[in-house]
T-cell receptor, first 113, second 116 residues
Framework: KAGVTQTPRYLIKTRGQQVTLSCSPI?????VSWYQQTPGQGLQFLFE???????NKGNFPGRFSGRQFSNSRSEMNVSTLELGDSALYLC????????????FGAGTRLSVL | GESVGLHLPTLSVQEGDNSIINCAYS??????FIWYKQESGKGPQFIID?????DKRQGQRVTVLLNKTVKHLSLQIAATQPGDSAVYFC???????????????FGQGTILTVHP
């Protein structure tokens, strides 16, 4: 069974641009969570989606948004990029919402110049 | 405010030694705990988990100990191998009724280096 797939693996953007990251969960998994990982703040929860609905949200500004499609695939969008948005963005999937074990993808490394 | 880089704790061991990685958690209402391993260039990988109604759980070469009195979690790795070199994260999940219900909160991580 394929794992969580995130695309692209690497991205370089400039300040003010917007970016969309994609995540395909493990087949059969219906919940997708997103995390931001930086050297300064560690791993921080962004949001969780289940059945195309956002079920949980972390403490990030409204520039960070996401959505989930009917096939459980998810995208997250960051608008008006700032230098501080440079990070590894990780997607994790689980069978159901609030499931215990989340399985992570390899992440998308975003660099904002 | 100014962002300060995390200074991750580090643990260096010789191949074959046992390793103990510690984690202090903050939320006394957390009812589930999990350890992840993250290798360079990869996402976190599940190692072992434990519920708050247990104080010990064993897996293959790994044991997790939970002390709810002092809100402390530890991961023991037996016969540590070079392939165990990675960053290890503990994470806690809030129990029902709390503001952090269902959310996974990660610790800062510990860098484990295993020398051959």
């Amino acid at each position: 069974k394929a794992g969580v797939t995130q695309t692209p693996r690497y991205l370089i953007k400039t300040r003010g641009q917007q970016v969309t990251l994609s995540c395909s969960p493990i087949s059969g998994h219906r919940s997708v969570s997103w995390y931001q990982q930086t050297p300064g703040q560690g791993l921080q929860f962004l949001f969780e989606y289940f059945s195309e609905t956002q079920r949980n949200k972390g403490n990030f500004p409204g520039r960070f948004s996401g959505r989930q499609f009917s096939n459980s695939r998810s995208e997250m969008n960051v608008s008006t990029l700032e230098l501080g948005d440079s990070a590894l963005y990780l997607c994790a999937s689980s069978l159901i919402v609030d499931a215990d074990i989340q399985y992570f993808g390899a992440g998308t490394r975003l660099s904002v110049l | 405010g100014e962002s300060v880089g995390l200074h991750l704790p580090t643990l260096s061991v010789q191949e074959g030694d046992n390793s103990i990685i510690n984690c202090a958690y903050s939320n006394s209402a957390s009812d589930y705990f999990i350890w992840y391993k993250q290798e360079s260039g990869k996402g976190p990988q599940f190692i072992i988990d434990i519920r708050s109604n247990m104080d010990k759980r064993q897996g293959q070469r790994v044991t997790v100990l939970l002390n709810k009195t002092v809100k402390h979690l530890s991961l023991q790795i037996a016969a540590t191998q070079p392939g165990d070199s990675a960053v290890y994260f503990c994470a806690e999940k809030g129990g029902a009724g709390g503001t952090s219900y269902g959310k996974l909160t990660f610790g800062q991580g510990t860098i484990l280096t295993v020398h051959p």
